[in-house]
């Protein structure tokens, strides 16, 4: 029997490893990668004393709630901040993700909830979960 060379082995395996990283996002993938820098870049823009940066609506965002489309579609419409560029890149994002949302994706997303208030005031997770001992 003849058994394949290591450095064979080797490349053929790193082959692999770089095709598993070069496939293309898949349309989840992609809006919650999107919506995940969104809702980054929100949190940065609040450090801002521009007084104009306070008045935004909040923008904390759960792809799996339905309510979210109605959250981008505010946030893109709000008529203030032109002025400031991470408003405006910001606001760019959004349209970008409700976009994909609506279209690209429609079919391939899941809304698990529509509950709005969820978006306005978040529970956010623990960071350790709880252990429940039975």
Same mark, same amino acid.
């Given at each position: 029997t003849?058994? =394949?060379? !290591?450095?064979?082995?080797l490349i053929?395996l790193?082959?692999?490893? *770089?095709? &598993?990283?070069?496939? =293309?996002p898949?349309?989840?993938s992609?809006?919650? %990668? #999107? +919506? ?7 949190k940065?823009?609040?450090? +801002?004393?521009? %007084?104009?940066?306070? @008045?935004? !609506? ?8 339905y309510?979210v489309l ?8 709000? =008529? ?5 560029l991470?408003v %405006?890149?910001?606001k760019?994002k &959004?349209?970008? #993700?409700?976009t994909? @949302?609506? +279209? ?5 997303l ?9 978006l306005e005031?978040p529970? *956010? !997770? =623990?960071?350790? !979960?709880s252990?429940?001992? %039975?």
């Open positions: 003849h058994t =394949p060379h !290591p450095l064979a082995l053929a790193l082959s692999a490893a *770089l095709l &598993a990283n070069t496939a =293309p898949t349309c989840y992609r809006v919650l %990668s #999107l +919506s995940k820098e969104i809702t980054e870049s929100f940065e823009l609040q450090t +801002s004393k521009d %007084s104009c940066v306070e @008045m935004l !609506p909040r923008l904390y965002l759960d792809i799996h709630n309510c109605a959250k981008l579609r505010d946030f893109v419409a709000y =008529p203030r901040c032109e002025r400031v991470e %405006s890149e910001l760019e &959004a349209r970008s #993700l409700y994909i @949302m609506i +279209s690209y994706c429609r079919r391939d899941v809304f698990l909830t529509d509950d709005c208030s969820t005031n529970i *956010l !997770p =623990p960071i350790e !979960p252990i429940i001992e %039975s």
